[in-house]
């Protein structure tokens, strides 16, 4: 019973190009996530959002932003791929106030810029 | 805004040994502690977790303390088994203000049989 989906697993892009990862959960969780995972740099949180249509910058946000249209859909969008974007991508949701199970994780997006 | 820090980044024990691994943060708002374990190629999955109001907290082989006063929580596994080898990642937050997880850098724990 996956609750938090990434629509991709593995992703190849070419610098300069857009891209556009996307995250969908099914809990009706208000807050959203996206980090970014580097080995010995752990998870670094780029964007969040604990709302439809709000979003909030993170620890590293440059070169990235973000889209909630929907309470069930958060995007990242890189608007220009960069071979230092090349990582894994994590999308997870919690709902508001105390988190009595924590984040809910998705599987992860490889990206890898060439 | 808050900033965790994890040590040791690699730990090796011994079946059978426990492992410890420790955290500081620098937000005295912070209240809520989790813990995750992520597996090779799988996502981060909680483990445990405690609040400010408690000092420590187990569930079967594994418990956390936090001391805040000093601002740090660590993780305790006793008679680690192979199955335990994976990377765990502490984290701090004030759920009060929205529910931001902040992480740690993370530990790759390897226990040998």
């Known amino acids: 019973d996956v609750k938090v989906t990434q629509s991709s697993r593995y992703l190849v892009k070419r610098t300069g190009e857009k891209v556009f990862l996307e995250c969908v959960q099914d809990?009706?969780?208000?807050?959203m996530f996206w980090y970014r995972q580097d080995p010995g740099l752990g998870l670094r949180l780029i964007y969040f959002?604990?709302?439809?249509?709000?979003?909030e910058k993170g620890d590293i946000p440059e070169g990235y932003s973000v889209s909630r249209e929907k309470k069930e859909r958060f995007s990242l969008i890189l608007e220009s791929a960069s071979t230092n974007q090349t990582s894994m991508y994590l999308c997870?949701?919690?709902?508001?106030?105390?988190?009595?199970?924590?984040?809910?994780f998705g599987s992860g997006t490889r990206l890898t810029v060439v | 805004g808050e900033n965790v820090e994890q040590h040791p980044s690699t730990l090796s024990v011994q079946e059978g040994d426990s492992a410890v691994i420790k955290c500081t943060y620098s937000?005295?708002?912070?209240?809520?502690f989790p813990w995750y374990k992520q597996e090779l190629g799988k996502r981060p999955q909680l483990i445990i977790d405690?609040?400010?109001?408690?000092g420590e907290k187990k569930d079967q082989r594994i418990a956390v303390t936090l001391n805040k006063t000093a601002k740090h929580f660590s993780l305790h596994i006793t008679e680690t088994q192979p199955e335990d080898s994976a990377v765990y990642f502490c984290?701090?937050?004030?759920?009060?203000?929205?529910?931001?997880?902040?992480f740690g850098q993370g530990t790759e724990l390897s226990v040998k049989p």
């Open positions: 997870a949701s919690s709902p508001r106030g105390d988190p009595n199970y924590g984040y809910t």
């Open positions: 984290a701090a937050m004030d759920y009060n203000q929205g529910g931001k997880l902040i």
């Open positions: 809990m009706d969780h208000e807050n």
């Open positions: 959002s604990y709302d439809v249509k709000m979003k």
């Open positions: 937000d005295s708002a912070s209240n809520y």
């Open positions: 405690i609040r400010s109001n408690v």
